[in-house]
């Protein structure tokens, strides 16, 4: 299993990049995603959440009401839109997932993937 994201770059503050997450290898469902992101020096933080069927969503406080967190489950892709950023928005992106794949017809096994981050950037 591989996640793929994109979308990153540098912008004004005030302005908006959308990310992206595509999941992709193998056979898989999908229980959650995630997007976290990690600043110089500073911890990874989470961002936003989302369920698997993307009936549900939650953000942290610092972005609510300027980021969109949304699921396209027909092509295991994930997006985050984020409006009215600001400075203090760079960091790397990451995406993260909980996925569980059939080993055998009477297990399956649930593990965390996580992409290779992009990068971003709001110059003020």
């Known amino acids: 299993v591989q996640l793929v994201e994109s979308g990153g770059g540098l912008v004004q503050a005030g302005g908006s990049l959308r990310l992206s997450c595509t999941v992709s290898?193998?056979?898989?469902?999908?229980?959650?995603m995630d997007w976290y992101r990690q600043a110089p020096g500073k911890q990874r933080e989470l961002v936003a959440s989302?369920?698997?069927?993307?009936?549900?969503?939650n953000y942290a406080d610092s972005v609510k009401g300027r980021f969109t967190i949304s699921r396209d489950t027909a092509e295991n892709t994930m997006y985050l839109q984020m409006n009215s950023l600001k400075p203090e928005d760079s960091a790397m992106y990451y995406c993260?997932?909980?996925?569980?794949?059939?080993?055998?017809?009477?297990?399956?096994?649930?593990?965390?993937?996580w992409g290779q981050g992009t990068r971003v950037t709001v110059s003020s």
């Open positions: 993260h997932a909980e996925i569980s794949q059939m080993v055998v017809a009477t297990l399956t096994v649930k593990n965390d993937y």
């Open positions: 989302i369920t698997s069927g993307g009936g549900s969503a």
């Open positions: 290898g193998g056979t898989f469902r999908i229980n959650s």
